[in-house]
């Protein structure tokens, strides 16, 4: 399958601190990535749809100043937790769909990122 | 909106046969689609039916049916490193996000 690459894998940031993850897609070009966020022994949860070369579109209750998500070329998206706070520590995942693939809506995920803000 | 329901919780020994089942709910729909998780891990696609009937991709086969809003994941022969949390998604219509289910944990005994 597609190959979509995120780091860091593990991030321990001060609060208040801003932390960036990319994610990249490494053998396909993604115009559309999403990101997720998981809660331990819960489902993903939709935060936001990354477009590149245009504004992310941000899930009701997500506040897109919070979180920043940059899609400057078809092959990296940025995720970025601006001011972290406790509550933001979660597990942060990104994937990507492969649209010259036949079966296009398939999405292929990257490793994720666990962000402790202490 | 958009909703799914899958079993929380699937135990079996080694060598079993399990269905996880599916219902959604959703204003749109492009297809299901199934996921594996181990703990600590991303999500690794398993399986994806646009249309009605049976996909079988080795051990690993899933069905859909449109008219009853229904899907399940069918594992055979059990091995123990199918341990995992499983997920179906939903394609809707806008811009091919997925909406997850729940998850259903199966643990696999010897």
């Known amino acids: 399958g597609a190959v979509v690459s995120q780091h860091p894998s593990r991030v321990i940031c001060k609060s208040g601190t801003s932390v960036k993850i990319e994610c990249r897609s490494l053998d396909f070009q993604a115009t559309t990535m999403f990101w997720y966020r998981q809660f331990p022994k819960q489902s993903l949860m939709l935060m936001a749809t990354?477009?590149?070369?245009?504004?992310?579109?941000?899930e009701q209750g997500v506040e897109k100043d919070k979180f920043l998500i940059n899609h400057a070329s078809l092959t990296l998206s940025t995720l970025t937790v601006t001011s972290a706070h406790p509550e933001d520590s979660s597990f942060y995942i990104c994937?990507?769909?492969?649209?010259?693939?036949?079966?296009?809506?398939?999405?292929?995920f990257g490793a994720g990122t666990r962000l402790s803000v202490l | 909106g958009q909703s799914l329901e899958q079993p929380s919780e699937v135990t079996a020994v080694e060598g079993a046969i399990v269905q996880i089942n599916c219902t959604y709910q959703?204003?749109?729909?492009?297809?299901l689609s199934w996921y594996q998780q181990h703990d600590g891990g991303a999500p690794t696609f398993l399986s994806y039916n646009a249309l009605d009937g049976l996909e079988e991709t080795g051990r690993f086969s899933s069905f859909l049916s449109r008219s009853d809003s229904y899907g399940y994941l069918l594992l055979q022969e059990l091995q123990m490193k199918d341990s995992a949390s499983y997920f179906c998604a939903v394609n809707g219509a806008a811009g091919n996000k997925l909406t997850f289910g729940g998850g259903t944990r199966v643990l696999v005994k010897p």
């Open positions: 990354s477009n590149e070369g245009s504004k992310a579109t941000y």
């Open positions: 994937s990507a769909r492969d649209t010259s693939r036949l079966a296009k809506n398939i999405q292929y």
């Open positions: 959703t204003s749109g729909f492009y297809g």
